[in-house]
């Protein structure tokens, strides 16, 4: 049993499209528009220093799906996006905080223990429909409350971003 | 029923003082947990943001709106538009707009989202750099900005209204809390109070309990001493009674054993003086009538010597011991012989110190008699008899010394038994009783006799008695 266990992630690694992904280094360019730039302490680049994400090299990455309840909707909505840590280990980033910076200059610092200890998902799709820069998209930084009560905390609340644009590894 | 009646308060007080702990202690805890939930609950501390924020965007658009019309082409007005956009669709989600409703701020919402709209038709309807006019979009820009400002100041007032309301409602929450914990407190020391009543009532109840044990236990005792009394009184009362037959079976048996002899020598003596009436001198038959008449004086004696022995066999005899002095009871004992025998023989030595007997006068003036008439009987006439006394340590000492012929040692242990004669004796009368008589009115005071003889030297009794000093200061009187 241990063996297997011990080489599991290995093998998750080798099977995962993340891995085909990321052995293509360097980054290759964005084709379309850009909707998430990672900057700060990254492996792999694609424009300068930062990596510049296109929906198609977000929609590379393993798609996981989170129902949950917000503190500013009704009811619980059921988002779908990619894991935070699945994103930061495609750019291969290594640091201990995130700068999230939204379009309407919203700015805060996120461990990035929080991405391993829950299912943190940059979201682009609520309830089925993309989210738009006219609501909270393009991107929205949801962490499955439902599942943890110590997520259900005013200061857990100031770390769903919308309007995502940018991350900064530090 | 009274014994109903009295039950119901004992139990009513602790269980009351229980279920009021238990109802403070709930209260207390629904309270505190109310107010923690209380706390976590703060959508509307987040509102002032959102409004707050909903104005920026509505100044960024002005500001890139105008800065277009001035010729920046950095600035995104579109971008503006969507943020605004965006931030005035948060405020009309859910929980935002149930906030504004409730706070009568509907109209003010909805027609800032008129406006939204109106700005979005209006940069969709024209085209290129017209989409951007100031012209166009401030009008509505203005009467968004104003809409948002009122919308802003009075959830502000808002804020501030539920904020103070919630310290209200927290300090009087607490106040409860510590209200209830003061009854908690109170409850306890009531059940305190009561367990203590409880120990200390247990503990007398305890002592009253140990205390009617020991007075049925002295109770108990009392009885058992009164029946062992009786039992005792029984006891000895048999023992009379079976002294009292052992009296009469002794007796008999000496009278059926001893007296026969006597008896037949009497008879026979008679009948030889019936028949040889004539033929007797006058002197010859005084001589007989002697010897008879010392027959019938020896039978006397005999019968004397037997009802004593008897009724120390039946345990008739009883002691009433008493401080004497010897010397008292042995110069009493000589001046009675001399009166009675006329003899000169005897001869009375005494110590420096007066021997004092705890002894029965009679008793030991008996066994002392039995012992000078044995010395003045068995040795010869021309030889005294001395008496002396004294005391040996814890006992006092009588010692009757005859010089007479002595005792063969072979016989001396047989010396006390009833009966026994010994044979020096022969010839001479004796009833076989007096020494056996003497040792047992000795052991009866608690003393002793003895005997040390030498063949042809003499012969030596000595009585032991306990000293009276030595009685009295026993540490346990019989």
Redo the contacts between chains.
Sequence with gaps: MMPIRRYLPVAVLLLSPLTAWATESPLPPPEEEVVLVVAGDIALTNHGDEAHLDKQMLAALPREQLTTHT?????PQTFEGVLARDLLGAVRADGETVTALA??DYRVEIPTADFHDYDVLIADTMNGERL?????GPLWIVYPRDDHPQL???RY?YRWV??LYRLEVE | MARKLRAVPAYAIPSLAIVALTAFLAFALVRLFQVEQAMRVNVDENMLWVVTQAQVASHRLDQAVNRRASGDSSEDPELRLDILTSRLTLMDDGPQRRYLVAEGLESHLDDALTRMRALRDSIATAEDDARFAPARLTPHLDALMASLNRIANTVMMAEWESTGSRLDTYRSSLEQVIISIIGIGLSGLILVLLLLIALRQRRAAQRELMGHRDRLEEEVERHVQRYRQAAEALAKALDRERGVSEFYRSFAAMVSHQFRTPLAVIDSGLQRLQRRHRQFTPEQRSERYTRLREAVTQMTRLVEASLTAARIDGQQVEASLGRHSLWRIVDRLCHLQIEATGTQRLQPVHGAEEPWAWCDRALTEQALTNLVGNALTYSPEDRPVSITTAREGDQVVCRVTDFGPGVPVDEQPQLFERFFRGSNAAGTDGTGLGLNIARHLARIQHGDLTVHSTPGEGTTFTLWLPSADAWENRDAPP
Excluded: A, H, Y
Aim: aromatic share 6%; net charge negative; glycine share 6%.
């Design positions: 503190s500013v909707t009704d009811g379009l309407n738009t820069r006219r609501d909270k259900q905390d005013i609340d919308w309007q």
